[in-house]
């Protein structure tokens, strides 16, 4: 009997870990933590905003209406974090997040002891899911995009905003 | 010829007797005849025991066999029920903003702070084209 509870038990932890590792359980688990600054937007304030909002503005006086991206994303998870130790523990389960999914290493910036990660999963035209992690010693941030976007969408997108910071 | 019940009712001393009788021959083949037939019995009682030792193999093999699965299926069950059951579980987030205007100049500061990383990514390759296009030309 003793060795059936420890074997339940054991499965129920194996499950719930296994359940933190993906950006919705990454963000229940993190978000209530009062050294995070966390940010969650659903699907419905995406079709809000996709359908009302103006251009974006991307500064430099330059703007693009991002709005046929926004529309087509489920959520957004951004954990914002500046405790060492709590750093090293979500860095340990956005890692096993992303090697779970499968996600491409699609650009790696290493500056001034930063090291910016951006991953992808999906396929060549449509990404499912975006990630970028900024991590330093005692900081880091985890964003996390889930829905369908168009690739070329995307990185006109990112591109565009990139031009107009130079 | 004697019939078995005949051979029954005589006693010993007639038995002995008989068999003293050298008159009476016996048959060439009967020793040979012996011989096959014990060696059929011991082929028989070989081949029974073997069956005898298969069968108790195959019926271990199914008793493993039920006392694996029957825990397989049960872990098997367990892990998919408490997946579902988290999965089902999980609680949606609240959303952080209610004014969607908020959420956009959220969303307006995320793929700015992309850009900007992305950017210095973009400097550091830029930094690096001169260094390449010597590197190519001395190659060349």
């Known amino acids: 009997m003793k060795k059936i509870a420890a074997f339940v038990a054991a499965m129920f932890l194996l499950t719930a870990g296994a359940w933190a590792q993906d950006g919705k359980g990454i963000y229940n688990k993190y978000s209530d933590n009062e050294e995070v600054s966390a940010v969650y937007i659903s699907s419905s304030m995406f079709k809000l905003m996709g ?18 991206i926004i529309k087509n994303l489920n959520s957004m998870y951004l954990l914002d974090c500046e405790d060492p130790d709590l750093c090293k523990e979500i860095k340990s389960d956005v890692s096993k997040f992303i090697t779970k999914y499968d996600f491409e290493l699609l650009m790696e910036i290493k500056d001034k002891g930063e090291v910016v990660r951006i991953y992808t999963t999906g396929n060549e035209k449509t990404v499912t899911q975006f990630i970028m992690t900024a991590s330093e010693y005692d900081a880091f941030t985890f964003i996390c995009l889930d829905g369908t976007m168009s690739r070329a969408d995307l990185e006109k997108a990112i591109a565009k905003a990139t031009q107009n910071m130079e | 010829m004697k019939r078995l019940e005949d051979i029954e009712n005589l006693s010993i001393s007639e038995l002995d007797k008989i068999a003293s009788d050298e008159s009476i021959m016996v048959p060439a083949r009967l020793k040979h005849d012996i011989a096959v037939t014990a060696r059929a019995l011991e082929m028989a009682s070989k081949e029974e025991e073997e069956t005898m030792d298969t069968r108790a193999k195959s019926k271990r093999y199914r008793n493993i066999l039920r006392m694996i699965s029957y825990p397989a299926a049960a872990i098997a069950i367990i892990t998919i029920g408490m997946r579902l059951s988290f999965q089902d ?12 205007m908020m959420a956009y100049v959220q969303m307006e500061q995320v793929f700015g702070f992309i850009s900007e990383k992305m950017n210095t990514g973009m400097d550091i390759a830029d930094a690096a084209e001169p260094v390449i296009d010597k590197t190519i030309n001395v190659l060349r």
């Not at chain 1, 909002?53 to 709005?67: T, W």
């Not at chain 2, 579980?89 to 969607?100: L, M, Q």
């Open chain 1, 51 to 68: 359908n009302k909002m103006p251009n974006m503005d991307l500064g430099e006086g330059s703007s693009m209406n991002l709005g046929s």
């Open chain 2, 89 to 100: 579980s999980i609680p949606t987030p609240k959303d952080t903003f209610d004014d969607p």
